[in-house]
Protein backbone atom coordinates (compact mmCIF):
# COMPACT_ATOMS: atom_id res chain seq x y z
CA UNK A 1 0.00 0.00 0.00
CA UNK A 2 1.21 3.24 -1.20
CA UNK A 3 0.39 5.51 1.99
CA UNK A 4 1.90 8.87 0.44
CA UNK A 5 -1.68 8.57 -1.56
CA UNK A 6 -3.63 8.58 1.84
CA UNK A 7 -5.29 11.41 2.42
CA UNK A 8 -5.64 12.98 6.14
CA UNK A 9 -9.24 12.18 5.61
CA UNK A 10 -9.34 8.76 4.28
CA UNK A 11 -6.38 7.69 7.31
CA UNK A 12 -9.76 9.37 10.00
CA UNK A 13 -11.80 7.11 7.97
CA UNK A 14 -9.80 3.94 8.72
CA UNK A 15 -9.19 4.91 12.24
CA UNK A 16 -13.00 5.25 12.77
CA UNK A 17 -13.76 1.99 11.05
CA UNK A 18 -10.72 -0.33 11.90
CA UNK A 19 -11.25 -2.83 15.16
CA UNK A 20 -9.60 -1.27 18.50
CA UNK A 21 -9.80 -3.73 20.31
CA UNK A 22 -6.70 -5.43 19.17
CA UNK A 23 -3.66 -6.01 22.15
CA UNK A 24 -1.14 -3.17 21.30
CA UNK A 25 2.08 -4.25 19.40
CA UNK A 26 5.32 -5.51 22.26
CA UNK A 27 7.09 -2.86 23.65
CA UNK A 28 10.41 -4.27 22.01
CA UNK A 29 8.19 -3.72 18.68
CA UNK A 30 7.37 -0.22 19.60
CA UNK A 31 10.95 0.78 19.73
CA UNK A 32 12.54 -0.90 18.37
CA UNK A 33 14.33 0.90 15.53
CA UNK A 34 14.16 4.66 14.67
CA UNK A 35 15.48 6.52 11.14
CA UNK A 36 15.47 9.97 10.33
CA UNK A 37 12.89 10.21 7.13
CA UNK A 38 15.13 10.76 3.95
CA UNK A 39 12.46 13.18 2.22
CA UNK A 40 9.29 14.93 3.21
CA UNK A 41 7.23 11.89 1.18
CA UNK A 42 8.88 9.65 2.90
CA UNK A 43 8.21 11.35 6.61
CA UNK A 44 4.27 11.38 5.18
CA UNK A 45 3.93 7.79 4.28
CA UNK A 46 5.83 7.02 7.47
CA UNK A 47 3.77 9.19 9.73
CA UNK A 48 0.47 7.60 8.56
CA UNK A 49 1.46 3.82 8.23
CA UNK A 50 2.27 4.14 11.86
CA UNK A 51 -0.62 5.53 13.38
CA UNK A 52 -2.32 3.51 11.58
CA UNK A 53 -0.37 0.54 12.86
CA UNK A 54 0.83 1.19 16.27
CA UNK A 55 -2.98 3.02 16.89
CA UNK A 56 -3.77 0.93 20.22
CA UNK A 57 -0.51 2.38 21.55
CA UNK A 58 -0.71 5.41 20.78
CA UNK A 59 -3.82 5.39 22.67
CA UNK A 60 -2.85 3.71 25.65
CA UNK A 61 0.18 6.38 25.55
CA UNK A 62 -2.02 9.35 25.30
CA UNK A 63 -4.47 8.19 27.76
CA UNK A 64 -1.34 7.34 30.17
CA UNK A 65 0.12 10.71 29.85
CA UNK A 66 -3.32 12.66 30.30
CA UNK A 67 -3.63 10.63 33.46
CA UNK A 68 -0.79 12.06 34.91
CA UNK A 69 -2.14 15.71 34.63
CA UNK A 70 -5.27 14.44 36.24
CA UNK A 71 -3.36 13.21 38.55
CA UNK A 72 -1.28 16.17 39.29
CA UNK A 73 -4.89 18.46 39.57
CA UNK A 74 -7.66 15.61 40.75
CA UNK A 75 -10.53 18.05 40.36
CA UNK A 76 -9.72 17.97 36.43
CA UNK A 77 -11.31 14.47 37.16
CA UNK A 78 -14.74 16.12 38.00
CA UNK A 79 -14.23 18.69 36.07
CA UNK A 80 -14.00 15.96 33.07
CA UNK A 81 -16.88 13.85 34.37
CA UNK A 82 -19.25 17.05 34.77
CA UNK A 83 -18.20 17.84 31.30
CA UNK A 84 -18.58 14.45 29.56
CA UNK A 85 -21.73 14.24 30.82
CA UNK A 86 -23.11 17.28 29.61
CA UNK A 87 -22.13 16.43 26.78
CA UNK A 88 -23.49 13.11 26.87
CA UNK A 89 -27.25 14.74 27.55
CA UNK A 90 -27.57 15.52 24.34
CA UNK A 91 -27.72 11.76 22.86
CA UNK A 92 -31.41 10.94 23.57
CA UNK A 93 -30.84 7.21 24.26
CA UNK A 94 -28.47 8.20 26.98
CA UNK A 95 -30.65 10.89 28.52
CA UNK A 96 -33.67 8.34 28.26
CA UNK A 97 -31.47 5.96 29.81
CA UNK A 98 -29.91 8.31 32.40
CA UNK A 99 -33.53 9.23 33.56
CA UNK A 100 -34.99 6.21 34.11
CA UNK A 101 -32.29 4.71 36.30
CA UNK A 102 -32.01 7.16 38.66
CA UNK A 103 -35.84 7.81 39.10
CA UNK A 104 -36.11 3.71 39.36
CA UNK A 105 -33.28 4.48 42.36
CA UNK A 106 -35.33 7.23 43.99
CA UNK A 107 -38.40 5.26 43.80
CA UNK A 108 -36.70 2.28 46.09
CA UNK A 109 -36.64 5.41 48.78
CA UNK A 110 -39.44 8.04 47.92
CA UNK A 111 -42.11 6.86 45.95
CA UNK A 112 -43.94 9.80 46.01
CA UNK A 113 -40.65 12.11 44.61
CA UNK A 114 -40.05 9.63 41.95
CA UNK A 115 -43.61 10.11 41.00
CA UNK A 116 -42.34 13.85 40.76
CA UNK A 117 -39.42 12.95 38.05
CA UNK A 118 -41.96 11.76 35.62
CA UNK A 119 -41.95 13.15 32.23
CA UNK A 120 -45.07 15.49 31.53
CA UNK A 121 -47.56 13.71 29.08
CA UNK A 122 -47.86 14.47 25.01
CA UNK A 123 -51.09 15.95 24.08
CA UNK A 124 -52.40 13.39 21.43
CA UNK A 125 -54.52 14.78 18.66
CA UNK A 126 -56.12 12.35 16.27
CA UNK A 127 -53.84 9.87 17.44
CA UNK A 128 -50.29 11.87 16.53
CA UNK A 129 -48.30 13.68 19.11
CA UNK A 130 -49.41 17.57 19.00
CA UNK A 131 -45.99 18.45 18.83
CA UNK A 132 -42.65 16.96 18.59
CA UNK A 133 -41.89 14.41 21.69
CA UNK A 134 -39.27 17.14 23.79
CA UNK A 135 -36.39 15.20 25.89
CA UNK A 136 -37.56 15.16 29.83
CA UNK A 137 -34.51 14.16 32.62
CA UNK A 138 -36.09 13.17 36.09
CA UNK A 139 -39.09 15.33 35.01
CA UNK A 140 -36.94 18.67 33.72
CA UNK A 141 -36.56 19.37 29.86
CA UNK A 142 -32.70 18.16 28.94
CA UNK A 143 -31.11 21.79 28.52
CA UNK A 144 -31.43 22.03 32.18
CA UNK A 145 -29.32 19.73 33.32
CA UNK A 146 -26.64 20.64 30.32
CA UNK A 147 -26.54 24.33 31.37
CA UNK A 148 -26.35 22.67 34.84
CA UNK A 149 -23.41 20.28 34.60
CA UNK A 150 -21.38 22.31 32.20
CA UNK A 151 -21.58 25.85 34.11
CA UNK A 152 -20.44 23.17 36.91
CA UNK A 153 -17.66 22.04 34.51
CA UNK A 154 -16.40 25.62 33.68
CA UNK A 155 -16.48 26.80 37.52
CA UNK A 156 -14.22 24.10 38.60
CA UNK A 157 -11.70 24.25 35.81
CA UNK A 158 -11.74 27.62 35.78
CA UNK A 159 -11.18 27.91 39.77
CA UNK A 160 -9.16 24.92 39.87
CA UNK A 161 -6.41 25.77 36.73
CA UNK A 162 -6.75 22.19 35.50
CA UNK A 163 -7.92 22.77 32.65
CA UNK A 164 -4.58 24.49 31.82
CA UNK A 165 -2.53 21.49 32.93
CA UNK A 166 -4.67 18.85 31.25
CA UNK A 167 -4.21 21.20 27.46
CA UNK A 168 -0.44 20.45 28.33
CA UNK A 169 -0.80 16.99 29.06
CA UNK A 170 -2.40 16.24 25.60
CA UNK A 171 -0.11 18.75 23.98
CA UNK A 172 2.26 16.64 25.54
CA UNK A 173 0.58 12.91 24.78
CA UNK A 174 0.12 14.16 20.59
CA UNK A 175 3.53 15.36 20.33
CA UNK A 176 5.19 12.05 21.63
CA UNK A 177 2.88 10.16 19.35
CA UNK A 178 3.92 12.57 16.40
CA UNK A 179 7.74 12.06 17.20
CA UNK A 180 7.48 8.22 17.27
CA UNK A 181 5.07 7.97 14.26
CA UNK A 182 7.85 9.71 12.24
CA UNK A 183 10.97 8.42 13.20
CA UNK A 184 9.69 5.02 13.86
CA UNK A 185 10.88 2.68 10.91
CA UNK A 186 7.93 0.43 9.53
CA UNK A 187 8.57 -3.03 9.07
CA UNK A 188 7.89 -5.53 7.26
CA UNK A 189 5.35 -7.15 9.58
CA UNK A 190 3.55 -3.44 9.77
CA UNK A 191 3.04 -3.90 6.20
CA UNK A 192 1.86 -7.26 5.73
CA UNK A 193 -0.42 -6.11 8.55
CA UNK A 194 -1.65 -3.78 6.26
CA UNK A 195 -2.56 -5.69 3.83
CA UNK A 196 -4.08 -8.03 5.90
CA UNK A 197 -6.76 -6.14 7.31
CA UNK A 198 -7.42 -4.20 3.99
CA UNK A 199 -8.03 -7.48 2.58
CA UNK A 200 -10.61 -8.27 5.14
CA UNK A 201 -12.05 -4.72 4.95
CA UNK A 202 -12.55 -5.52 0.61
CA UNK A 203 -13.73 -9.29 1.86
CA UNK A 204 -16.12 -8.22 4.25
CA UNK A 205 -17.44 -5.32 1.51
CA UNK A 206 -17.71 -8.07 -0.97
CA UNK A 207 -19.63 -10.12 1.22
CA UNK A 208 -22.21 -7.97 1.97
CA UNK A 209 -23.55 -7.34 -1.83
Excluded at 87 to 107: P, Q
Aim: aromatic share 16%; hydrophobic share 50%; with cysteine.
Amino acid sequence: MDWGNVTAEDLIEALREVDWSSSPRPLSEFFSRFTVPRSYAKWNSRLKCNLYYYRTNYFILIVFILGLGFLRRPLAIVAAALTALSIAFLNDSFAGTFSEKVTRTVRQFSPHLAAKMRPPLTPVIRGRPSAKRAIYICGQPRWVFVLVFFAASFIIWFASSALLTVLWAFTIALLATVIHASFRTPNLKARLNTFREEFRAVWRNYSEL
